[in-house]
């Protein structure tokens, strides 16, 4: 049996009420995954993984602070009720750039910037002398659980080069930005060896700032098993690590640091799943392939990095179907051979093992919480599908589904 938040009869009842494909989440595992983080100062959520302002809303219940990679990541945050001038800046923008538009809002604003380039501090600067400010250090080297999400080393565009914070640091005193800390991350899929190594690099690239930093990010990256049998992070162990570094840093500074953790997927990819429809089904030479009604436009991570998520198939009544199965090819409806769920990051597809189905019945990708909706596009005009909130009992519709006539409008 799958491990889900969520009841056959749950996602079947949303599934008829709201239609398919949907998305679901589970407020209660989101607050669970919130307690395990306590420790660090300050939990800020990289709201990428999932930016629905419902979801926002919570974590702002929650205390957490959320991070914001673009105009329209603030603005959310704003719709959530963030206050951004709060304690601990509860709004950060994280970037490699500052376009125009965004440049003027974070002034207006008087919101942090994570500044992941020299022209973003020199660009501030010339504009909002006085600005607090954030360096994203890229420590030389990175990991993730695919290339494309290693954010550390010379292939990354990621961060500034530690070898040139001096360069940065002369452009703070310049215009006299205010350093409010230094934050790295090096990608998404925590592994201990480099944690260290990540310790060690913040340590000795906060020595080299000479300044009163108040504040360090340890980022985000903690994984979460999307397999049977992949071990949990120990988030404990994980905030020890770190905590061991920060008392280094307050001995030797004399002062408070605030110690930050900005977790994406860690908050949410097991509160959320994606139901779709079984439409049809045909063998191709000895492949079976079963097609359903969601596609790599609603879940990109599976054509994207070869991701594998947990399935599992319900009649339309919600009843598990359990028999022994079979190898099971399973695509969606978009017009491009990429859009095939069972495939691994080289694009090869591959045959997994999964009940037998009938048309009608659901077909749930669990763990998609994280990098699931958010990475939606309209690719062959296929609107956004609905998102739903269950919360203590009861499910919320908290985005309706698109239309294509909304499509349609911005076509002027
Ligand atoms: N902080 C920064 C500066 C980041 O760039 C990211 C993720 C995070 C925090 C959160 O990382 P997390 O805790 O979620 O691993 N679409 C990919 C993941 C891309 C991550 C981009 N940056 C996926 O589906 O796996």
Known sequence: MIDTPFTGPQLAEAAAAHGTPLWVYDAATIRGQIAKLR????????QKACSNVHVLRLMRE????VDAVSSGKIDRALAAGYDVHGPDEPVVFTAD????????KVVEL????????????????????????WIRINPGFGHGHSRKTNTGGEHSKHGIWHE???????LVRRY???????????????????????????????????????????????SVPYAPGQ?????????????????ELVSELGHPVRLEIEPGRFLVASSGALVTEVRAQKPMGSNHFVLVDAGFNDLMRPAMYGSAHRMSVLSPSGASRTDDGVDTVLAGPLCESGDVFTQDAHGEVHPVPLPRTEIGDLVVFHDTGAYGAS??????????????????????LIRRRQTVDELLALEV
């Open 176 to 222: 006299r930005l205010d350093l409010v800390g230094l934050h790295m991350h090096i990608g998404s899929g925590v592994d201990y060896d480099h944690l260290e190594a990540v310790c060690e690099t913040m340590l000795k690239q906060v020595r080299m700032t000479g300044h009163d930093v108040r504040a360090i990010s340890a980022g985000g990256g903690l």
């Open 231 to 247: 071990p949990a992070v120990d988030t404990d162990r994980y905030f020890r690590i770190w905590d061991s570094a920060r008392r």
């Open 375 to 396: 990475m939606s596009s309209n690719y062959n005009s296929r609107p956004l599908i609905p998102e739903v909130l269950f919360d203590g009992g009861a499910a919320r």
């Open 97 to 104: 750039l500052l376009d125009r538009p965004t440049l003027r």
């Open 164 to 170: 040139h914070l001096e360069e940065s640091l002369a």
């Open 39 to 46: 420790s660090f100062d300050v939990i800020r959520f990289a």
């Open 110 to 133: 008087g919101i942090g910037v994570n500044a992941g380039s020299p022209q973003m501090l020199s660009q501030l600067g010339e504009v909002s002398p006085g600005h607090p400010v």
């Open 62 to 65: 929650q205390g957490v602070h």
